[in-house]
């Protein structure tokens, strides 16, 4: 292996003890500790692991986590009517709605129905539209991880071309968002996208956010370049892989992210850093934050 390997859980254990820090410091001038609601709708196996490490990262820098667990028949009713009243406590500064939703559930009237201020995911529409406008209230979680790893190893951005694989609303749009903020010239990749080994091996900073597992191969990077996997797919055997092969993209790429201690973990991590802005935003008013 040639290239150097981003360590998410490194960067991860050192943005969360600053959290921790953070989270005490704004507990003794205000007297109020942050809280964290987290709605899980059915019995998600995958959801139910990503609850559970949620809460004990909330619990672990000293916010308060609550979770409403609804039964898999819950109506969309009733969750909009937990979700009004979670709006109203002052006592709840993030709210958390685990996805996938049951298909009973519309996902759009469930995102827009959250308070733009304790939107910790950044997915109402108001937050799209800010992050849009480069003046974001809530950085998206996973992609602002990505630019946590970016940042913390010095990797540069200014200038430099990078090419995203995928689009979705979590993870790809977003994600062309803050690194055109960070003045990289950006292309956004997907499933109609032609030539596409042409396109990702001009990049600097190719990440890969398509959700197929060692998809991006040697072939498909440029020497020299950082690659970033945002990928997670479980594979036959139970074990998890990442969008890029991550043994023969090491021997071309100069940094790459490991699936999983990746990017992975630096999603959580985000997480927690905007449940301390809205209780910051609840407290002290938005202007001062
Ligand atoms: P989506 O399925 O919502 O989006 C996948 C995107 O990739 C789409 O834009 C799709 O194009 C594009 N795509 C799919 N196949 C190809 C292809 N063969 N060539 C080019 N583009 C393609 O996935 P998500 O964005 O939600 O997730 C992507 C991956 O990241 C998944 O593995 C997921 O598990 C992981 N993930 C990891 C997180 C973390 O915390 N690290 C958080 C969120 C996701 P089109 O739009 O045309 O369909």
Redesign the pocket.
Known sequence: MTAKLIDGKAVSAAVREKITADVASFISKSGVTPALAVVVVGSDPASAVYVRNKHKACLAVGIRSIEYALSEETTEEELLSLIEKLNRDDTVHGILVQLPLPKQIREDSVLRAISPLKDVDAFHPENVGRIAAGKPRFLPC?PAGVMELLAYYDIPTDGKECVI????N???KPLFHLMLGANATVTV?????KN?AEITRRADILIA????AR?IGADMIKPGAVVVD????RLPDGKLAG?VDFDAASEIASYITPVPGG??VM?VTELLKNTLTAAKIAVFGEDAV
């Open positions: 996973t694989v995928g689009r979705s979590i993870v790809g990749c997907h499933s109609h996208t596409l956010a398509l959700g197929r998809f945002v990928g997670i797919n969008d990017v992975g999603t």
